[in-house]
């Protein structure tokens, strides 16, 4: 699944993630900003058929938070 995240992540924010922890985020990616965050949020509601609330999409601000959220869905 975090592979998956990955490479979605890699897609939207046209870069090569080398290591990959549950801390990675805007710090971290130079492309991730609010129009990024909205594709990747877009990419992961096709890829995994699910909707996320307002209230989730103003708590993502690492890949730890996209999993955690990805997990209350019932997804992982």
Do not use: C, H
Not at 46 to 53: A, L
Not at 63 to 74: A, F, M, N, P, T
Request: charged share 35%; no cysteine.
């Amino acid at each position: 699944m975090t592979e998956q995240i990955k490479s979605i992540m890699e897609d939207i924010f046209e870069t090569k993630i080398k290591s990959l922890s549950d801390e990675l985020g805007p710090n971290d990616i130079e492309n991730w900003d609010s129009l990024g965050q909205m594709k990747l949020i877009l990419a992961l509601e096709e890829m995994y058929k699910v909707k996320f609330d307002v209230s989730e999409i103003f708590e993502i601000f690492t890949l730890g938070d996209i999993k955690r959220i990805l997990k209350s869905k019932g997804v992982l």
